[in-house]
């Protein structure tokens, strides 16, 4: 259950929570992995345009808390796929922090 994720991150996810897919995320009931609640979640991101701006974007989740490796980035779709149990504002402060846009956030699996 990730309830209990969504009861400690609730206060840092105002922000977040007015998106389905956000709501969605803390109903998920996935069975939990190795102890950890891990989850495959695409991030759809704007802005990359080249190889490095794939790598600063992909460094910057992989050092997420709670991201764990690999990170899968593609320029060409726009989107990057993380696994584990991150929080969600800190995946889109790194994205942000490297200069690009979080738009979109689903969880695959
Ligand atoms: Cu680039």
């Known amino acids: 259950m990730h309830g209990s994720v969504f009861e400690r991150l609730k206060p840092r996810l105002a922000s977040l ?7 969605a995320y803390f109903r998920c009931t ?3 992995r190795g102890g950890m609640e891990a989850l495959v979640i695409k991030l759809k991101i ?4 080249c190889g490095h701006c794939a790598m600063a974007v992909k460094q910057a989740l992989a050092a997420v ?3 764990q490796a690999p990170v899968e980035v593609s320029v060409e779709k726009g989107e990057a796929v993380v696994s584990g149990s991150p929080d969600p504002q800190a995946l889109k402060a790194a994205v942000v922090e490297e200069g690009y ?3 979109s956030w689903t969880v695959v699996n």
């Open 17 to 23: 929570l007015d998106t389905p897919s956000m709501l």
């Open 30 to 32: 996935h069975p939990t």
């Open 46 to 49: 704007e802005g990359m345009t």
């Open 65 to 67: 808390a709670g991201v």
């Open 101 to 103: 846009v979080l738009t």
